[in-house]
């Protein structure tokens, strides 16, 4: 989908019928199509406060989202729409609209809370929206941040070292945007000129005292603070004064509204378009749009069963259908590009086996760029098994090719032999010569042609088979040949038909160490892969471990500046943490490695028929990279 998606209205997503979350299917098929990386934009707020408006901007229309004027919410669930991205070509920007939280109308605030947690389980930024101003109420209001580490799991075990799952939350979570609708104040503090984002800074700062008041209060601002650590703020103007127009805000042109607001909503949606990130995993795992779609599905899943949705689990289910996909999309790239490339039949076996090799290097890249978290190396054994097969179905086919163009060539050569044969044309006397020389003749004619396969000098070798009896009969018919004679040719004869058979012989050796060879690449180029991806998912594993852990020392170093001695020190735990994780992925990669490449090479050694000696040389090589 080179331009994206093209949705003229969005379509609910998540359905919340009676406080039941449902996925809708329609939702699902538009996901499954979408193959780009999707940067996924989500806003969640109290219902009535003006989300749908933001949202319909971002897709670049007035209406879409459903707006309303009245005290009812109008958004129920949670609705998307999926639009081409506006500045990152072969993007796709997913908006979520959530249901407006905290609707009177409704029986169960924990029907709130999920809403809350899959949009933040969904998106890549999230964008909290409120009225008036950040203060003691508003954050009050976001209680919903405080129940997420009750609501989503990092993990699917407990830690043993004791250490909170939230801590890998920053790992995963998307940046934060706060959006204030219908500020009136003036952003100043302490009578000096502050941006929104210190305005936002500023009122997450802890309340000073350990009273239940105080610890009630800092408990939303130390999720914000700890869970997101990229924050933002936008804040808004009213649209208008009038509050006709306010109630049917998606029909009123622009000159209609305030100026100032216009020149804020435009600010919030460019940085949207430029810093809003691309979906992704832990470890850096890219989410495109199909991935997206099993992510809904799983968080619902487990909702609706009870569960607690676990980014862990999520992750293990989409690794097992993408890496299906995976092997499927290079098995098909390794046959169409063999089909495509290949000219049946090859002059040589290495002609077959030199593009093989090509066409798989090729199928491996792909299903390296497609797959992730491939215990095991499961399912890329699961593609070596499958492509040795389809090579092994092309050389059949090349040596069947071979046969039936080498026969049909040597029928053709050898019609006139055989009329001749049939005719008595060589039952006289020096009739043996003059077979002797017709048959020359034909073995000159037949080497002559082009492109005959690796079958050559097998159909060739039957034929001359055919011909011993003919000739054997045709040599003792010959009275112009003394019995010593006839010995002599019948001895000649015999060993042009030991050395064709030796050539044969040679010619099979040949090819059995140039598919030794062949196999000898294929698992040095699946070696060279997996040691270059297991590279790549260790500095992402590293830089994800250390941007927790440089958030961990800014919030900490931020307690300590604000007087939160004992906040501070409390964090003590999840930095050591950290630490340890760290130096076990940076210092202790070297043998993992090696034991991750010696299991791989030896489970698919049988496959490959690999000698030892090239196997160890190559883990002793491909170790050493890990080395500092």
């Not at 609910?12 to 996925?23: F, K, Y």
Request: proline share 3%; net charge negative.
């Amino acid at each position: 989908m080179a331009s994206g998606p093209n949705m003229m209205d969005p379509i609910c997503l998540v359905e919340n019928d009676n406080e039941i979350l449902s996925v809708n299917q329609k939702a699902l098929q538009i996901l499954e199509k979408i193959s780009q990386p999707v940067v996924v934009v989500a806003i969640v707020g109290l219902y009535r406060t003006g989300k749908s408006y933001l949202m319909n901007r971002l897709a670049g229309q007035n209406r879409g989202f459903p707006l309303g004027s009245t005290v009812q919410s109008e958004t129920k669930g949670i609705w998307m729409w999926c639009v081409p991205h506006p500045s990152k070509e072969n993007h796709t920007l997913v908006l979520l609209d959530t249901e407006g939280l905290g609707d009177v109308e409704k029986g169960d605030p924990k029907n709130d809370s999920w809403i809350f947690a899959l949009a933040v389980l969904l998106c890549s930024t999230f964008v909290y929206n409120s009225t008036s101003t950040i203060n003691h109420q508003a954050l009050e209001q976001l209680y919903y941040v405080t129940e997420l580490t009750e609501l989503i799991r990092a993990k699917s075990s407990q830690r043993p070292d004791g250490v909170e799952d939230s801590t890998e939350f920053v790992s995963f979570f998307p940046d934060f945007i706060w959006a204030v609708r219908d500020f009136t104040l003036e952003l100043k503090l302490n009578g000096h000129p502050i941006t929104e984002d210190q305005y936002l800074e500023n009122a997450l700062k802890l309340i000073p005292g350990k009273n239940p008041k105080a610890r009630t209060s800092n408990l939303p601002r130390e999720c914000i603070r700890h869970f997101f650590p990229t924050r933002k703020c936008f804040v808004f103007d009213w649209p208008t004064n009038d509050k006709e127009l306010l109630y049917n805000i998606e029909n009123v042109s622009e000159d209609q509204l305030d100026p100032k607001f216009l020149e804020q909503t435009n600010n919030f949606c460019s940085y949207i378009f430029t810093n809003a990130k691309i979906k992704t995993l832990k470890e850096g795992i890219t989410v495109t749009g199909n991935r997206l779609r099993t992510l809904v599905v799983t968080y619902v899943d487990a909702i609706n069963t009870g569960a607690v949705p676990c980014l862990e689990n999520a992750v293990t289910t989409l690794a097992q259908l993408e890496n299906s996909a995976a092997v499927q999309k290079a098995a098909d790239h390794y046959s169409e590009q063999m089909a495509q490339r290949l000219s049946l039949p090859t002059e040589t076996l290495q002609e077959l086996l030199e593009l093989h090799t090509a066409c798989e290097r090729e199928a491996i890249a792909i299903f390296m760029e497609s797959s992730f978290k491939d215990k095991n190396q499961e399912f890329q054994r699961g593609l070596v098994k499958v492509i040795k097969n389809k090579k092994e179905g092309f050389m059949l086919q090349n040596e069947e090719a071979s046969i039936k163009y080498c026969q049909a060539k040597l029928d053709v050569l050898s019609k006139a032999l055989m009329e001749s044969i049939s005719a008595g044309a060589f039952s006289v006397p020096g009739g043996h010569k003059l077979y002797r020389e017709a048959m020359d003749r034909l073995q000159q004619d037949y080497c002559q042609v082009p492109r005959k396969g690796v079958k050559e000098n097998e159909v060739l070798q039957s034929f001359l088979q055919s011909q011993v009896a003919v000739e054997k009969s045709i040599l003792q018919a010959d009275k112009a040949l003394t019995d010593g004679e006839k010995a002599v040719a019948e001895e000649r004869a015999r060993n042009e038909t030991a050395e064709k058979e030796r050539e044969l012989l040679r010619q099979k050796l040949q090819e059995q160490q140039q598919e030794m060879e062949a196999q000898q690449r294929s698992l040095q180029e699946n070696i060279a892969q997996l040691t270059e991806k297991l590279v790549r998912e260790r500095e992402n594993l590293l830089r994800e471990q250390t941007m927790m852990l440089e958030h961990k020392l800014k919030a900490q170093e931020a307690l300590l500046k604000e007087g939160f001695i004992q906040k501070s020190e409390n964090m003590n735990a999840e930095i050591n943490h950290l630490r340890n994780m760290i130096d076990n992925t940076d210092g202790g990669n070297a043998s993992w490695v090696t034991l991750v490449l010696d299991r791989f090479i030896k489970e698919i050694a049988s496959v490959l028929s690999a000698p030892g000696k090239v196997l160890g040389h190559i883990v002793r090589g491909v170790s050493s990279l890990f080395k500092k």
